[in-house]
């Protein structure tokens, strides 16, 4: 089999809503950056059933700063709202920039390093991404930005856009990964040395990959452990804004 992840040569808005590719599962995260504006009162941070404004919400996570700070959490079911939860403490800082982690386990959900816990209040289903799959990368690639994949190969495959700036082609049977880039319908030269294949013989494997975007390459990780670099043949990179996965191959989530 074969499968093909390409970077295609579009600051997210508030209120912002997006899918999670193939739904949450046990084991799973959702990473948030942001920044907390001076002359806020509150946020929130919902992890809902549908990309519907009227879908259950499994998760309410709304920090309040309200004179006593403090972070509610709920869930909201069959238009009604549970009883909140709270946490009398603030780990955020008006005009600071954060990052969050929700953290999904069999029990409910852990949240950042101080690791606030939410108990399963609904049960949701999810399945997988259809592929070939494509999508829009929100706000555009640039330097300091990461996507991250997880999905499984699956049996045979074989064997894309005008200009493709990131092109990754793991061959089992023939145990390389191609990486390349296509500029006006023409492919560069194909870069295949690796320090190590982590994409081994078998028909199933479980694989989570993140690439980074640097000022001058491609950073690219699998499993938490370096695999190569690629070095910017399409430039700007802000001109990436969409991703593309083709081949024998599903995924439970990707983030950006």
């Given amino acids: 089999w074969r499968f093909i992840l390409s970077f295609v ?6 209120p912002y809503m997006g ?9 799973m995260s959702v990473n948030i950056q942001g920044t907390a504006h001076e002359d806020m ?3 929130m941070i919902n992890l809902r059933s549908a990309e519907s404004e009227s879908s259950d919400i499994a998760l309410h996570f709304n920090p309040r700063f309200t004179g006593w700070d403090k972070v509610v959490f709920n869930s909201f ?3 009604s709202w549970g009883s909140e939860e709270k946490i009398r403490s603030m780990p955020f ?3 600071q920039p954060f990052k969050i982690v929700f953290m999904v386990t069999t029990e409910g959900y852990q949240v950042g390093q101080r690791t606030l816990e939410f108990n399963h209040q609904l049960n949701v289903s999810f ?7 494509s999508t829009l990368i929100p706000g555009q690639m640039s330097p300091g930005r990461t996507f991250t994949f997880r999905g499984n190969a699956l049996n045979d495959a074989d064997r894309c856009s005008n200009n493709i700036a990131l092109h990754i082609n793991p061959r089992v049977k023939d145990k390389i990964v191609v990486r390349n880039t296509k500029i006006g319908g023409i492919w560069d030269k194909e870069e295949r040395e690796l320090i190590f294949n982590p994409f081994g013989p078998g028909l199933f494997f479980d694989v989570r990959m993140s690439v980074t975007c640097d000022n001058d390459k491609f950073k690219v990780s699998v499993d938490g452990q370096h695999l190569f670099d690629y070095h910017h043949k399409l430039k700007p990179v802000n001109i990436i804004d969409k991703l593309e996965i083709v081949g024998d191959v599903e995924f439970s989530y990707i983030s950006f």
């Fill in 9 to 14: 040569c579009t600051l997210q808005k508030i």
């Fill in 19 to 27: 899918p999670i590719y193939g739904g949450l599962k046990d084991g």
């Fill in 41 to 43: 009162d509150s946020f």
């Fill in 77 to 79: 079911e069959n238009d």
């Fill in 93 to 95: 800082t008006k005009g």
């Fill in 127 to 133: 399945v997988f991404q259809a592929i070939p799959y």
